[in-house]
């Protein structure tokens, strides 16, 4: 007697959700923001900003923002991180600091063993707001707008969580990846060779040869 069929499980093609840590680097002020991805669904957990005393020598700074990166991934345990990659800067110095942030940020999280992914603020902006140039208001109204939230967050907390969302996205619906095909010819193109191809063979067939006029003496040249 043959086996009767069995139902699928409810949650045997349901992709596990992702909790992913968004980080807006600063030596200052430092944004962070957590979301909950499970397909189209996505959810906020929580988010905040990480005040370093500004008063403070650098390194000092940067010590306690590693700390505090760890304690985050330590309390909330996310699956992966995205962090706001490096732009220009009118200071040069402004720059330097911010990159170096940027490399204490991404070093906490590589230490957590966490896979990081980095985007430019335009990618960043136009995932969320739909155009790359978007305010930092515009930021805060949409992601507010997004995650259902009363207030819209505090700006350095409402990019980290924009940072999130990009790559939230991203997992949700990955781009197709473009394979290289070989070149080809157009049927148009290959008519008009094969017509010129058969134009010049029978020109060289019908072809009579050219007498050459005697040189001197009756020899030829």
Not at 124 to 130: D, H, L, P
Not at 136 to 164: C, E
Not at 189 to 209: F, I, K, N
């Amino acid at each position: 007697m043959p086996d009767e069929p069995r139902s699928p499980r409810p949650d045997a093609d349901r992709i596990a959700p992702h909790r992913v840590l968004g980080v807006d680097p600063g030596s200052r002020l430092c944004g962070w923001g957590l979301v909950e991805v499970e397909g189209p669904r996505l959810a906020s957990i929580d988010k905040g900003v990480i005040v370093l005393d500004a008063s403070a020598p650098l390194a000092v700074r940067l010590a306690v923002l590693f700390d505090r990166i760890g304690e985050l991934i330590g309390v909330y345990r996310p699956t992966c991180a995205a962090v706001e990659g490096i732009f220009q800067h009118k200071n040069a110095r402004s720059a330097l600091v911010l990159g170096q942030a940027r490399g204490v940020a991404l070093a906490g999280l590589g230490r957590a063993g966490l896979e990081v992914a980095e985007y430019t603020p335009q990618q960043i902006k136009k995932a969320v707001t739909g155009t790359g140039r978007a305010e930092k208001q515009q930021v805060q109204l949409v992601v507010s707008r997004r995650l259902g939230l009363v207030d819209p967050p505090q700006a350095d907390a409402a990019d980290a969580v924009a940072v999130a969302i990009c790559h939230a996205q991203h997992l949700a619906f990955p781009l197709p990846v473009d394979l290289p095909v070989p070149p080809r010819r157009s049927a148009g193109r290959a008519r008009s060779q094969a017509a010129l191809a058969a134009l010049v063979e029978s020109q060289r067939r019908t072809a009579r040869p050219v007498a050459v006029p005697p040189g001197p003496r009756g020899k030829t040249p």
